[in-house]
């Protein structure tokens, strides 16, 4: 069997007005990767939101994302459900975990529904710390540390980081063969050969009963075998 049973991951990220949740801050983008088996499936999710606030400059300056362009678009009560049952019961993958989750179930909070349980995330900054203690662990250096190209990321929008995001956990993990497991029923046979030569059967041989005895008088006639020794 597989070390996973489609074992479901969603490699999560936000965008946001300010710095605070507490203070007032909202979320106003929300992007999503689906993982299957820490490989991505190819289905994702996106969703800009209306705040009901102003955008900080800090945030527009980070994002590109402006109070103008976010007026038309969708309340966060109005998007909850989509969101929620595209993230399902799956695990969290969040690079910050504490700063999105803050702002994430407060939102839910503000909608009427439950928080998420901090315990079902996996923080990268958290697993890039241990792995790579003293060492820059921002979402650009470790792009930059596992070659990873993030010339897409000329302003921080959601989907965009939880693209670079997953890429950088699978390194993290130990890159895309992580998941190579076999057990003995899948195990796979590896018959060498070479080009050219026809493959012939396995040959056996029984010895004849001339060449048994000569083997017995062989033994008889050695001086202090080693299984003698082994058995004294």
Not at 33 to 47: C, D, H, K, S
Not at 157 to 175: K, Q
Not at 199 to 204: G, L, M, V, Y
Request: with cysteine; aromatic share 8%; proline share 5%.
């Amino acid at each position: 069997m597989s070390a996973f049973n489609n074992f479901r991951e969603i490699v999560f990220d936000t965008e946001t007005t300010g710095l605070s949740h507490e203070n007032g801050d909202r979320i106003v983008d929300i992007g999503c990767v689906e993982l299957i088996n820490r490989v991505p499936t190819g289905n994702v999710y996106q969703a800009y939101v209306n705040p009901e606030r102003e955008m900080s400059p800090g945030a527009v300056a980070i994002s590109g994302i402006t109070t103008d362009f976010l007026a038309d678009k969708p309340l966060f009560h109005e998007i909850v459900d989509d969101f929620l049952n595209f993230l399902g019961d799956a695990k969290l993958v969040i690079h910050n975990a504490k700063f999105d989750m803050g702002f994430l179930n407060s939102e839910l909070k503000r909608a009427g529904r439950s928080p998420l349980n901090p315990e079902n995330v996996v923080d990268t900054l958290e697993i890039a710390r241990k792995k790579f203690p003293g060492s820059p662990a921002s979402l650009d250096a470790l792009c930059k540390r596992f070659g990873i190209d993030a010339s897409a990321r000329l302003s921080h929008g959601a989907l965009v980081d939880s693209r670079l995001l997953t890429e950088v956990y699978i390194n993290l993990l130990g890159g895309r063969q992580s998941d190579f497991s076999f057990s003995v029923e899948e195990s796979p046979t590896v018959v060498a050969s070479c080009p050219g030569k026809q493959q012939r059967e396995e040959r056996f041989f029984k010895p004849s009963s001339e060449e048994l005895a000569a083997h017995r008088n062989f033994l008889k006639n050695l001086k202090s075998p080693l299984w003698d020794n082994m058995n004294a």
